[in-house]
Nanobody, 122 residues
Framework: QVHLVESGGGLVQAGGSLRLSCAAS????????MAWFRQAPGKEREFVAA????????FYADSVKGRFTISRDMTKNTMYLQMNSLQPEDTAVYYC???????????????WGQGTQVTVSS
């Protein structure tokens, strides 16, 4: 079966950085979209960033563009999210998703991880 496992979340102060990882197993997603979504308390899930795989086309939400960088290591079937200049508004559970038809649409993704908590203090 397919599993996606996130790691790298934690508590940081505003202005700090974190690097999230998403390790996929059970299927090679090199030719499929993978993405990061997040959900803050009391808020709906929102798109953060996506990578198309082959071709390395990337997509970012306006709120994180210039601060976050998505990347993938195809040899390890792993996706990363480098988060710099973190702000309290970035506090959320971050979810890894794979197999989406539309990069920024969460409902199009087939596989999801359990999430990793990112908390940014002011």
């Amino acid at each position: 079966q397919v599993h996606l496992v996130e790691s790298g979340g934690g508590l940081v102060q505003a202005g700090g950085s974190l690097r999230l990882s998403c390790a996929a197993s059970g299927r090679n997603f090199n030719n499929y979209n993978m993405a990061w979504f997040r959900q803050a308390p009391g808020k709906e899930r929102e798109f953060v960033a996506a990578d198309s795989g082959s071709g390395s086309t990337t997509f970012y939400a306006d709120s994180v563009k210039g601060r976050f960088t998505i990347s993938r290591d195809m040899t390890k079937n792993t996706m990363y999210l480098q988060m710099n200049s973190l702000q309290p508004e970035d506090t959320a559970v971050y979810y890894c998703a794979a197999g989406g038809i539309i990069p920024s649409r969460g409902s199009s993704y087939v596989y999801w991880g359990q999430g990793t908590q990112v908390t940014v203090s002011s």
